[in-house]
Nanobody
């Protein structure tokens, strides 16, 4: 079975940066389409960024994070990253790693941005 384990969340001041990591296991990582979602209490889980399979994966971003966040992958390390720069208070959420190919979710990691 596919397992996704996120790390890198925490508390950061507005304008700061965090890098989230998601390590996958259970299948060939290079064949997976991956993404990051986030969710705040009372809201629907929203798509933040996606990256297609293969080394030259195509990336897509929600308008709210475009220009600030970067999704990337290292297939050798079976890891997908979300580099978050210029963080805003409204970025505060639980961030979830998503494996679209296997329809799997990570457990989530909390990101809190202070004003």
């Amino acid at each position: 079975q596919v397992q996704l384990v996120e790390s890198g969340g925490g508390l950061v001041q507005a304008g700061g940066s965090l890098r989230l990591s998601c390590v996958a296991s259970g299948s060939i990582f290079s064949l997976r389409s991956m993404g990051w979602y986030r969710q705040v209490p009372g809201n629907q889980r929203e798509l933040v960024a996606t990256i297609s399979n293969g080394d030259g994966g195509t990336t897509r971003y929600a308008d709210s994070v475009k220009g600030r966040f970067t999704i990337s992958r290292d297939n050798a390390k079976k890891t997908v990253y979300l580099q978050m720069n210029s963080l805003k208070f409204e970025d505060t959420a639980v961030y979830y790693c998503r494996d679209f190919t296997s329809d799997s979710w990570g457990q989530g990691t909390q990101v809190t941005v202070s004003s």
